[in-house]
């Protein structure tokens, strides 16, 4: 899984104005999911399934 910071880097992703993640692709804000298992959040794309890793 990509983190968020390679796919702002490599254009998957884009901060709108309001600084929310968003799919580039699709134009949709990304969805949180919490895994209290692991280090990290994944954000996911409503509209095409992409997953992305965040740390935290
Ligand atoms: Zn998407």
């Given amino acids: 899984m990509k983190s968020t910071r390679k796919a702002l880097?490599?254009?998957d992703l884009y901060k709108d104005n309001y600084e929310?993640?968003?799919c580039a692709a699709c134009e949709r804000?990304?969805?949180k999911e919490n895994d209290p298992d692991e280090v990290f959040s994944v954000r996911i794309c409503p509209d095409c399934g992409l997953r992305f890793k965040e740390l935290r």
């Fill in 9 to 11: 880097r490599d254009g």
């Fill in 20 to 22: 929310r993640l968003t």
């Fill in 29 to 31: 804000g990304l969805k």
